[in-house]
T-cell receptor
C-alpha cells in the first residue's frame, strides 16, 4: 500500500503553546488530505479536509482558528494546534487520498499530550 | 448528516471460530472502505467496495456491499490471534473523498 508519514509521532507540551504536526504522502501526490482525531477506544472523528492550494474545509464544531491547516504542496499538509489546552490531548491522524480510486491511506498518528 | 452504525462493538472468539461485523448507513453510499487498527496503531486500509452487491475476498476475509449500497459486512473465517484489533467500516458519501467512520468492532481472539 501507499506510505503516509506523520511527524512527530508524539509530543508533550505545556498549556498555551502551539504544536505543528506534519503529514506527508511519500510515494504519491495527494491533492486532498484529511485530519482526524481519535480518543481512546473510540472511532475516528473527521476534523477537516485539507485541499492543496486552497483553504481547508472544517467539520461542524471544529474551530478553524484553533486548528490551523495548511496544504502547501501535493505531498505535505500541516495541522497546527494553537494555544493548546489539556482537552486538546488526543491522537491526531492524517490521511491522504490516493488517486484514481480514492483509497485513503493513514499516517501513523501523532499522540499529543498537553500538560 | 450521514451516519454509519457498526455492530457489534466487541466480539470475543476462540481461535478458529468465525467472526462477522456489520455496518449500516443512514444514507446510500458511493463506496465503503474497511480498515483494521491494531492496538496503539493507526488504521490500515483493507479494501474498498463500490458496486451494489459486490463481494470481495482476501484470503480468510470476505467483504460484502449490500444491494442498496447502505450496508456492508466483513466476515473472517477461522480466526487467528493475528486477527486481533479494531475493524472499522467507513462510508463514502457525496462529498469527494470524505468518509464517515463506524464506531468499530473490537475483536479479541483467545488461543
Amino acid at each position: 500500500g501507499a506510505v503516509v508519514s506523520q511527524h512527530p509521532s508524539w509530543v508533550i507540551c505545556k498549556s498555551g503553546t502551539s504544536v505543528k504536526i506534519e503529514c506527508r504522502s511519500l510515494d504519491f501526490q495527494a491533492t486532498t488530505m484529511f485530519w482526524y482525531r481519535q480518543f481512546p477506544k473510540q472511532s475516528l472523528m473527521l476534523m477537516a479536509t485539507s485541499n492543496e492550494g486552497s483553504k481547508a474545509t472544517y467539520e461542524q464544531g471544529v474551530e478553524k482558528d484553533k486548528f490551523l491547516i495548511n496544504h502547501a504542496s501535493l505531498t505535505l499538509s500541516t495541522l497546527t494546534v494553537t494555544s493548546a489546552h489539556p482537552e486538546d490531548s488526543s491522537f491526531y491522524i492524517c490521511s491522504a487520498l490516493r488517486p484514481p480510486f480514492n483509497e485513503q491511506f493513514f499516517g501513523p498518528g501523532t499522540r499529543l499530550t498537553v500538560l | 448528516g450521514q451516519q454509519v452504525m457498526q455492530i457489534p462493538q466487541y466480539q470475543h472468539v476462540q481461535e478458529g471460530e468465525d467472526f462477522t461485523t456489520y455496518c449500516n448507513s443512514s444514507t446510500t453510499l458511493s463506496n465503503i472502505q474497511w480498515y483494521k487498527q491494531r492496538p496503539g496503531g493507526h488504521p490500515v486500509f483493507l479494501i474498498q467496495l463500490v458496486k451494489s452487491g459486490e463481494v470481495k475476498k482476501q484470503k480468510r476475509l470476505t467483504f460484502q456491499f449490500g444491494e442498496a449500497k447502505k450496508n456492508s459486512s466483513l466476515h473472517i473465517t477461522a480466526t487467528q490471534t493475528t486477527d486481533v484489533g479494531t475493524y472499522f467500516c467507513a462510508g463514502g458519501g457525496t462529498s469527494y473523498g470524505k468518509l464517515t467512520f463506524g464506531q468499530g468492532t473490537i475483536l479479541t481472539v483467545h488461543p
